[in-house]
């Protein structure tokens, strides 16, 4: 009798300390990071129309508005631990402006012309659609299609948002 005595109070102890580690364990209650970086581009895009829509409102240049906005933004991105790359193409009048503000080159499959880290170019707003290879670091090039109505003032971006490891592309059309 002692035998079944002690077997049932090693196993009631054995399921009250599982029963404890678990109530006890933190849960992690921080989003994943998919969830930032889906925040991060949410808020780029709604931010860029407005900084877009002011500048248009103001009379002021879209392009430069556009480029502060976007170098602001890569601050606010990083003081939240997010490193924030982006390829804008302002597409204003009879021009396309194309500013790459990623690690790696862009590609401008178009026109046959690659462009830097911190780098810009203009073209004449000739075609409506662009296709440009953005490198992804990890496995594959990434080639987008890029479709503009004639002489309206757009922006298109592609960014790529990382924190540690995980990185995920967004492409704003």
């Not at 407005?50 to 480029?67: H, P, S």
Request: hydrophobic letters at 40%; charged letters at 25%.
């Amino acid at each position: 009798m002692k035998g079944k005595k002690g077997q049932f109070f090693i196993f009631t102890a054995l399921i009250l300390i599982a029963f404890s580690t678990l109530m006890l364990s933190s849960n992690d209650v921080t989003p994943t990071p998919s969830k930032n970086f889906k925040d991060v581009y949410d808020n780029y895009v709604f931010e860029s129309n407005k900084a877009v829509n002011n500048a248009l409102f103001e009379g002021a240049d879209v392009r430069e508005e556009y480029d502060r906005f976007m170098r602001q933004f890569i601050n606010y991105a990083s003081q939240k631990k997010l490193t924030l790359e982006i390829f804008a193409i302002v597409a204003d009048q009879d021009t396309y402006h194309l500013v790459n503000q990623m690690d790696e080159p862009v590609t401008i499959v178009d026109f046959d012309y690659t462009l830097g880290r911190d780098q810009d170019t203009f073209f004449t707003r000739n075609v409506s659609e662009l296709t440009i290879r953005v490198p992804d670091t990890v496995f594959h090039e990434n080639i987008y299609k890029l479709t503009f109505p004639d002489k309206e003032t757009e922006v298109k971006a592609v960014l790529r948002v990382s924190k540690g490891q995980s990185t995920e592309i967004f492409v704003k059309e």
